[in-house]
């Protein structure tokens, strides 16, 4: 089941030196206002809370849901593979995606018009 992004609450957490939102709820794509990206963590085989890769989309061994202001750089152009502690998903700091896109000056896209 999928969770709107606005009823979630996300520990704050650094990544790639920017400030991000992570749940471990499947957060739906579309309840994310744009510029927002959305990803998704996957765990290890062998340890269901030692996070191991982040990547557009997982399917097996869902971990939870990352939010980023800016765009994750990629090595091989669609996901990264995480070392062991290389990011502390836990943090002590939990918040609202209300408050983060406020506290992180976000400017948010205008939702596109449907067409007619």
Avoid at 57 to 84: D, Q, W
Avoid at 88 to 106: A, R, W
Wanted: aromatic share 8%; charged share 25%.
């Amino acid at each position: 089941m999928s969770t709107s992004a606005n009823l979630a609450l996300f520990n704050e957490i650094d990544i790639q030196g920017s400030s991000a939102l992570f749940s471990e709820l499947r957060i739906l794509r579309e309840s994310v206002p744009k510029p927002l990206c959305v990803y998704e963590v996957r765990h290890s085989d062998e340890d269901w809370t030692e996070p191991a890769q982040i990547t557009r989309g997982v399917l097996v061994n869902f971990l939870g849901t990352l939010i980023t202001a800016k765009p994750l750089r990629f090595p091989n152009g669609h996901s990264m593979y995480l070392e062991e502690g290389e990011v502390d998903f836990y943090s002590d700091k939990v918040t609202t995606l209300s408050q983060f896109i406020q506290e992180n000056n976000i400017r948010l896209r205008p939702p596109k018009a449907p067409e007619r």
